[in-house]
């Protein structure tokens, strides 16, 4: 229903008329289904933007001092992110990227625990 606005002479509605859609709307079984899909919208934008991030970070400066499972933490966690923008659909880019990141950490790590992850990231 369309909340009918009074004006002030000058064309202008009254603030009231405003307060009073937005009440009503925000009540409306409307609202949540808006609010939710614009929150997914912005967690989505934010994703993207720390795939961006980490896909421009320097691996070897931050490889400098890390243990073995720290590495590992991050494979598997480029990994999931790989598996985000699969899910979201296009982002060729960045699952390049992603995938650079995954060889150069693979390369890394001692042989025997390359031959355990390396089917574990199998494009």
């Given amino acids: 229903a ?3 606005t009074q004006s002030t002479g000058g064309g ?9 859609l937005y009440r009503r709307f925000m009540r409306s079984p409307n609202f949540e289904l808006w609010f939710q899909t614009k929150r997914n919208e912005a967690n989505q934008r934010l994703e993207i933007l720390h795939i961006q991030e980490l896909c421009d970070a320097d691996l070897y400066t931050w490889m400098t001092g890390k243990h073995e499972v720290q590495i590992v933490d991050l ?5 999931d992110r ?3 923008l699969d899910r979201l659909g296009g982002y060729p880019g960045l699952k390049e990227n992603l995938k650079s990141h995954i060889e150069t950490l693979l390369s890394i790590v001692p042989s025997d625990l390359q031959s355990t992850l390396k089917p574990a990231f199998q494009f």
């Fill in 2 to 4: 369309v909340v009918s």
């Fill in 12 to 20: 202008e509605p009254l603030k009231s008329s405003w307060k009073d």
């Fill in 75 to 79: 494979l598997l966690w480029i990994r």
């Fill in 82 to 84: 790989y598996d985000v």
